[in-house]
């Protein structure tokens, strides 16, 4: 993260959890912490008046819910990162954020160790998910005969979806293959459309579930 920096949020009700990351982050050089909100309402004030990075959300909070925080927040500031930093690990939960847009899903007994890495992670364009999410993301996508929707994958589709399980962002992918953006994209629109799924995190964890990627080539 050297020569970058970072304007974050945090929203989370407790005060000492705040406290919490706020040391964790700014321990870290190019990572500012610029506002805190204790409830839902006052994050959605701080996201409107605020251009910051990422965002830092609590899933349970007062007066406005974490869910349609994320959900506003997407709408008033489309780029704006988010990372859900919660105690709950429930399916239910995950998958709600993750159809929300979060781009991140971490639970708190794993911020020391993972919530730097989240940072780093969405504001280069990728998703980040704790050991535990991805086990949950997994759980969400099983269950279906997928090995015929594999089959179906061309050549350069593997490859495109090879690169995005890396974390390769679209633009690093189009690199490494020699291609425009704009095909990267449609590649991933196409992918998405075969295997059922409606985000990029469900995707790469179908991908790894079936055999479409080698998980030890995946960050």
Do not use: C, W
């Not at 929203?11 to 964790?24: E, K, Q």
């Not at 759980?139 to 350069?156: K, M, Y």
């Amino acid at each position: 993260m050297s020569g970058r920096h970072v304007r974050v949020l945090l929203a989370d009700d407790h005060p000492l959890v705040r406290s919490g990351i706020r040391h964790i982050l700014e321990g870290q050089p190019g990572i500012e912490v610029v506002a805190e909100a204790s409830d839902g309402s006052r994050a959605l004030d701080l996201i409107r008046d605020i251009a910051a990075d990422v965002l830092v959300l609590d899933l349970k909070m007062p007066a406005t819910d974490g869910i349609e925080v994320l959900r506003a927040a997407k709408i008033l500031r489309p780029a704006l990162k988010i990372i859900v930093l919660t105690m709950h690990a429930g399916q239910e939960y995950v998958v709600q954020a993750v159809k929300g847009g979060a781009d991140a899903y971490l639970l708190k007994d794993s911020a020391v160790q993972d919530l730097v890495a989240a940072v780093d992670a969405v504001v280069s364009g990728r998703n980040y998910f704790s050991p535990t999410i991805q086990q949950q993301l997994a759980g969400r996508v099983r269950g279906g005969p997928r090995a015929a929707l594999s089959a179906q994958l061309t050549e350069r589709e593997r490859e495109v979806l090879t690169g995005l399980a890396r974390g390769l962002s679209s633009r690093e992918v189009a690199g490494e293959l020699d291609i425009s953006v704009r095909t990267v994209e449609t590649h991933r629109a196409n992918l998405m459309h075969k295997l059922g799924v409606k985000s990029l995190a469900i995707l790469i964890q179908v991908a790894i579930r079936e055999g479409m990627v080698d998980p030890s080539a995946t960050p």
